[in-house]
């Protein structure tokens, strides 16, 4: 299909180079330079997607990231990505694009009804009609969500790779226009190190679009030059097709280039996708120029009518005229210069001013261009809905509220139209800046920001190119100097011929033939989100004056062109009705991102196997083949249990585990705990402060059980601390507490004893453990290690000793956490596989079994052994765990010993530790479940206690728990209920926590 | 003594060199490296330190003495990181504790805590912008200087030893593997 609307020359695309692409199924063609946009105006297609509320067609309404309308359906498959503006695609060979929000087409959409009912849709429609029942929400919320709505997420895994880049430099520039790259010109000769980001393809910003001469010449030759002045200095970064996103505290800032987008699909391909800057600047220049206002006439929202820059650009910069008949309706003067090359491009051209008597040169050039001008006039609607064929325009009354004549209908195919401009303030106030309000610009314009930046251009509220310019040369230049640069002599602004700024005249709303709100035209404020002026006046009629409430009220801001063209508008019709000026009625705060960032970009190369580590430790490898399945216990991938079979299950392989290791010995793979060496003359000291007992007695080679409190008196960590010589310990903590545990002795010794002579180390990853437990511990250690003692009486339970095992050098401590006799063999990481394979090797005379931490779990409580964190919540005291014997009465101090004083906490009655038997010996109880007197058909009821763990125990043959239970210490015997989340009740008795071996003769032996 | 018959692993050891272009990425496995605390005051602990080590301990902080046997990182104000030759750390560790005997210091193997993975190339630079926060631009960070910091979800100590750049990592044992994966998924980008 031609591009009839392409002229034949002019703007920066290449007509040499022709680009395919398929819109909602047909194939079509471009240039080289293109946007979607800009190539589906050349092929003559104004209607692109259906509203978010009522499915009203839309077209393209903008030239830029600002687009409310022309949201896009992306790509196909797992690439597909919905709400893609079209202004901002670059078109590349193969593009494929869809309209979304529309079923079954674009152009017969049934979605469509809500616009003929959309009387009875009004502003809060959802929350008048869905309130009750409540609980029907989710049934209407699904229907909503379907109705409503943009594009459509990918079901498929993103196949495309993303990247993230951490960067510092001395002066970041936002926007690469005139204002930005002057800027960059003066920072850059400083020597600073400058980053200049633009969201567009090219630098240039306006210039890529106006006339205004430079120098006397074309503005983009001084472009060009400035740019390879630039692209001669080391220090300057250019990033195009680079947004910044956000700017948050301390001038950080997250910036998303656009690596390949316009490259289209690359498939396997290693390069990313895009990239997520985290950029840490010293100086910020903000050079993100403004955004034009949309007028708020009747029917403003019709494909064919776009803002009056963007007709201005899709001519100049791209070489489309999207319609021979045009209406430019205006309150300013910069859209006669749209005007003037519309008519300059062949199109008939009518102006309809808003202002009675308007008086510029620019005026001047247009009437002597012979185009004819409606001035007082207005818009007063739009005929055709898929396209305009033509606009009722008429003279408006000197307040402008009302018509003072029948309108007039002119033949015309696209209305550019033009309230003014607004800075775009948007990263000025995401940098907590604070705006002001400039009654000559009807404008919010920055005032100042506690962060290290600066504005300059259009985004200050500088809107002449002479001021762009020389407000950028002079933001470069201060942003250097802020930075600890020499900036030099301010560069000269060069000759600038450009045509003056003229008067506005600020009507916020074009009156039509009917009061606001009544009859069938519309004047939208937030085309995305479908709020129009009528929705404005509603709010405030229900009380939702403040700016805050309108926006949710109304939703107009929100979507995802968070409001960058209705804002204003929104403001300025709220300040009418509240006949309050427009500061007074305020602003919403501008949040990042600017524009929408996918979530891959953000995850950067984050994902699949790389989304967390998974730590394993020096015998993982061991475990894989041997068929494990794994846990995760904090960062670290743990063996579970080993099952013998494919079909073997948990239940079945922790049943034949838990047998074996009481019956023969088991081998366990311990390396993940904490290990922190202690060293220095005030060790001793320290453990005694640290733990609840007493460490002085302690000989070298001898190893203690100790429990850690906090300041509350609460049980944080446990474990087992060894001498292993004069003021010289190794300390084990949980496998989750191990960096907890240090950052707290370092805490005290830092903070509290910093004269203290100790050190301590975390040597947690150095050691390589094998666990062996079991009544064959001994034979098959002595396999190994013939060299070693390991007769009870030289070497008895709570020692350890050093010597070779399977011929590496190893501290064996003879320590248990099962009950059963039992070795923990640490040798240096680099040989923990030889060890593993030696002892396993070994253990095969003696029947031994590899086991998992769920059958560690089971034999542990099968002797009342506690997991902190799992029997304990933060909550539980040593003598709530029943634990008495540990915490020392001779002690002058210990951390958390105050704290037994509290009342509360030595009241008595707390939750305290017990061992639950179920009255169904085969029912394992879900650990969380509550004890009650009484169980009750459904809660509230009052709970005595909750089950912490809870086992099947094959060695004891039946079921068993541990639990919290209030004054459980003096409830032994007694029976409680425990319902069930399925409504079945449970009976449990309460015991003494220790099932198995309670003298304590299997580990001594 | 080191029995060669007894299997030896380092965290990487089944993961071969990646040889890219730009960016060279590898494992230097078995370094002896020691923890050593102390306080830098004390001139008897520098000296007696030095005497064993043959080198002076950097005391700036972030700061690094490289040589071709032994490098030492400072790792704040008064601890170190010593990086030496293969299976030299018991005789290492026995030297020091002896030097510094009846002085207010700790000595600690960590050889087999930690690996080393060196990334080196015209690239390495921006093979390590991709997953650590600080600035490692020349104007800030440059041959010599180290830093304990993060790549990606690693915690880290980076050293540059060269301009080339040359950068060693040390790294967790158990956070390596994650570490090497994503190393050569950034360093991919440039073939």
Known sequence: MAQNNRLSQGGRVNRGAEISFRFNGKWLTGYEGDTLASALLANGIS???????????????????????????????????????????????????????????????VGAINSVVSKYLPAGFYYKTFMWPASLWMTYEHAIRKAAGLGKAPVENDPDLYAQHHQHCDVLIAGGGPAGLAAALSAGKSGARVILADEQNEFGGWLLTDDSAINGADPMNWVAETLEALAAMDNVTQLPRTTITGYFDHNFITACERVTDHLGPQVDSDVPRQRFWKIRAKQVVLAQGSIERPLVFADNDRPGVMLASALRTYLR???????????????????????????????????????????????????????????????AGIHGSKSIHGVEIAKLSEDGKSLTETPLVLSSGLVAMSSGWNPTVHLFSQSRGKLKYREDLASFVPDHTPQNARSAGACNGSYALADCLEEGFAAGADAATAAGFEAGDTLATPSITEHPAGEMRLLWTVPTTHPLGQGKRKHFIDHQNDVTAADVHLAAREGYLSVEHLKRYTTTGMGTDQGKTSNINALAIMSEIRAADIPAVGTTTFRPPYTPVGLGTIAGQGVKDLFE?????????????????????????????????????????????????????????????????????????????????????????????????NEHGMVFDDGVTTCLGENHYHMTTTTGGAARVLNWLEEWLQTEWPEWEVYCTSVTEQWAVATLSGPKARDVLEAVAPTLALDPQTFPFMAMQEGKVAGIDARVFRISFTGDLSYEINVPARHGLAMWEALTEAGKAFDMVPYGTETMHVLRAEKGFIIVGQDTDGTVTPLDLGMNWIVSKKKPDFLGKRSFTRSHTAMPGRKQLVGLLPENENVVLPEGSHLVAKALPKPPMDTVGHITSSYYSPNLGRSFAMGLVKDGLNRMGESFEVPLMSGAVERVTITEPVFFDKEGERSRG | MVDLAIKTISPLIDRPPYLGSKVQISERPFIAKLTLRGNPDDVAFLKAVEGVLGHALPVAPNTTVLSKTMDIAWVGPDEWM???????????????????????????????????????????????????????????????????????????????????PSYDIQVRWSHADYLWQNLVVAAKEWG
């Open chain 1, 317 to 379: 910069r791209y070489g489309v005229l999207p319609a021979r008949e045009i209406t430019v309706s205006t309150n300013n003067d910069t859209a006669y210069q749209t005007a003037l090359d519309a008519h300059a491009a062949g199109a008939i051209v009518t102006i309809v001013d808003l202002r009675p008597d308007p008086k510029s040169s620019l005026v001047t050039t247009a009437e002597e261009a012979g185009i004819t001008i409606y001035k007082g006039s207005g818009i």
């Open chain 2, 82 to 164: 010593i990086y030496a030759e293969a299976d030299s750390q018991s005789t290492l560790v026995a030297d020091l504790r002896k030097a510094l005997e009846g002085q207010h210091s700790a000595v600690v193997d960590v050889s087999d805590y930690y690996t080393l993975i060196r990334v080196t190339g015209a690239k390495a630079r921006a093979t390590m912008a991709k997953g650590c926060p600080l600035d490692l631009d020349p104007v800030s960070f440059g041959p010599g200087d180290c830093a304990g910091t993060l790549y990606i979800k690693s915690t880290i100590r980076l050293i540059q030893r060269d301009d080339a």
């Open chain 1, 47 to 109: 209607l692109v997607g259906r509203s978010f509320k009522y499915h009203r067609p839309r077209g393209i309404m903008t030239a830029g990231s600002e687009e409310p309308n022309a949201l896009i359906q992306l790509g196909e498959g797992a690439r597909t990505e919905p709400n893609i503006r079209a202004t901002q695609v670059e078109l590349f060979d193969g593009l494929v694009a869809e309209s979304q929000n529309c079923w079954p087409s674009v152009r017969f959409d």
């Open chain 1, 613 to 709: 580590p998974e730590r394993g430790t020096p015998m993982h490898s061991w475990h894989v083949e041997a068929g494990a399945v794994f846990e995760d216990v904090g960062d670290w991938k743990r063996a579970r249990y080993y099952p013998v079979t494919p079909e073997e299950t948990m239940d079945q392989a922790v049943r034949r585990e838990c047998l074996q290791a009481r019956e023969t010995v088991g081998i366990m793979d311990a390396s993940t705990l904490g290990k922190i060496d202690i060293q220095g003359k005030d060790a001793t000291r320290l453990l005694n402060m640290v733990y609840t007992n007493a460490w002085d007695s302690l000989k070298p080679g001898r190893a203690r059980y100790g429990l850690m409190l």
